[in-house]
């Protein structure tokens, strides 16, 4: 049987471009035009394969890069349940990340295909639109506290950035790129129509939840 469902929003992009404020504008911005909206983040480092990932990020310990992968993978799987749960209520979901970043980010180290690092997340949920925030890496190596974290450098995320454009042009996922000019206070609301978000007309169903 199928339902009315929330929207499965996602914002990509390369480290510090600013997805995590564009999020929070946009749930804002859903909840103010009377929408349920929420928003979720990957990695989610509350849980215990959250709070690995997190010490490898902080470079407090040391993962093998297969290793790593696979459980960022697993964190977003083990979210699964509650993601369907919410968007089966009807709640529009705001995620900051998901499979794209796992993709381009383990990609852009030596000896890593795009293919084999999108193999574990096929099968999550199919977002409605990803809205991908295009900031010039050296603009964001300018932005407060870069460089603490595991693969914060221009070098890196430049890559990182290279592996996102081949990532978008995949046809079969609802891309669309913000420039840093056009999102400044603007993302957040042109999302909702172009997610279709609470028309109604969204349902859960296999063609719509699938990766890949
Ligand atoms: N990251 C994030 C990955 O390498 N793989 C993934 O699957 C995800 C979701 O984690 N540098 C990287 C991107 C970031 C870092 O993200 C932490 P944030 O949004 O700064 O907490």
């Known amino acids: 049987m199928s339902c009315r469902r929330g929207a499965l929003i996602v914002l990509e992009g390369v480290d510090r471009a600013g997805k ?3 999020c929070q504008k946009l749930v804002h911005a859903l909840q103010q035009s009377g929408r349920a909206a929420e928003m979720m983040r990957f990695p989610d480092r509350t849980t215990k394969i959250g709070q690995l ?7 407090k310990s040391n993962l093998e890069d297969h290793t790593v992968h696979l459980l960022f993978s697993a964190n977003r799987w083990e979210m699964v349940p509650l993601m369907k749960q919410k968007l089966e209520q009807g709640i529009n979901l705001v995620v900051d990340r ?13 000896g890593f ?3 084999w690092c999108m193999n574990p997340d096929i099968g ?17 190596a300018n932005r407060g506290e870069y460089g603490i974290e595991r693969y914060e450098t221009s070098a890196f ?3 990182v950035h290279q592996r996102f454009e081949e990532l978008m042009q995949d046809s079969s996922v609802n ?4 420039l840093q000019q056009q999102w400044r206070g603007q993302a957040h609301r042109c999302a909702f129509c172009r997610a279709g978000a ?12 699938h990766l890949g």
């Open 20 to 22: 995590t404020t564009q």
């Open 53 to 59: 990932i997190s010490s490898y990020l902080e470079k």
């Open 98 to 110: 998901y499979a794209f970043s796992g993709v381009a980010f383990t990609s852009a180290k030596p």
């Open 113 to 115: 295909s795009l293919e």
């Open 124 to 140: 999550l949920p199919k977002p409605d639109l990803v809205m991908f925030l295009q900031l010039n890496p050296n603009m964001a």
């Open 157 to 159: 995320q430049r890559t």
């Open 175 to 178: 891309w669309k790129r913000y």
């Open 198 to 209: 609470g028309s109604g007309r969204s349902r859960l169903g296999t063609d719509r939840l």
